[in-house]
């Protein structure tokens, strides 16, 4: 079984929904990371997780919220989509500062 | 601020043949560190090796190895032996030493192993 599991894989929605992505993890890493992929960038950061009571914002969080609901499950919530939201998004996880293991990613499209 | 720079958006190689990818970086850090990630068409983003900037010895992991130049802010990969699932995306990051936590990454350079 997978380390780092994210649900759905793919996912299509439109403009003004609201959706949730969700990430585990059996690792049993305190950090968690979600970030997102444009074509022709790199990954950035939305926000960052140290432990359940621990929620930072990374560089590109506007839009976006997080819940760290126990520390093997972190989930990411668009509260409007938007078009420019569509991309590949990816949850990671590390214990302190060490390597992050990455899941397998969702795409999403809004429409 | 910290960046990352991949000069070479796409690279092609001969299988079995070797092939080098770029990175430098930018930091006023001193303590950090720099890895390669992997992203096959499956899109997993797959780590491939990793550095800690204050080990002078080069990581290697089988075929895969680095030259790493702190003073010249350079983390180049060598790949060799090349075979065809080598084909992906390749991302240099690099870690801050602030406790963030935040890997910065590179733009990717493609690269196609050809039989």
């Known amino acids: 079984d997978a380390d780092v599991t994210q649900t759905p894989r793919n996912r299509i929605t439109k403009t003004g929904k609201r959706i949730m992505l969700e990430c585990s993890q059996t690792?049993?890493?305190?950090?968690m990371y979600w970030y997102r992929q444009d074509p022709g960038l790199g990954l950035r950061l939305i926000y960052y997780?140290?432990?359940?009571?621990?929620?930072n914002k990374g560089e590109i969080s506007d839009g976006y919220s997080v819940s760290r609901q126990a520390q093997a499950k972190f989930s990411l919530s668009l509260e409007s989509a938007i078009p420019n939201q569509t991309a590949l998004y990816f949850c990671?996880?590390?214990?302190?500062?060490?390597?992050?293991?990455f899941g397998p990613g969702t795409r999403l499209l809004v429409l | 601020a910290q960046t990352v720079t991949q000069s070479q958006p796409e690279m092609s190689v001969q299988e079995a043949e070797t092939v080098t990818l770029s990175c430098t970086y930018d930091?006023?850090?001193?303590?950090?560190?720099l890895f390669w990630y992997k992203q096959p068409p499956s899109r997993q983003m797959i780590l491939v090796i990793r550095q800690e900037a204050y080990k002078q010895q080069n990581a290697t992991e089988n075929r895969f190895s680095v030259n790493f130049q702190k003073a010249a802010k350079s983390f180049s990969l060598k790949i060799s032996d090349s075979q065809l699932g080598d084909t992906a995306m390749y991302f240099c990051a690099f870690l801050t030493s602030s406790n963030t936590g935040k890997l910065i990454f590179g733009q990717g350079t493609t690269l196609q192993v050809k039989p």
């Open positions: 997780s140290f432990d359940v009571k621990d929620i």
């Open positions: 990671a996880t590390s214990r302190g500062r060490e390597t992050q293991y």
């Open positions: 690792k049993g890493h305190d950090r």
């Open positions: 930091t006023s850090e001193n303590n950090y560190y």
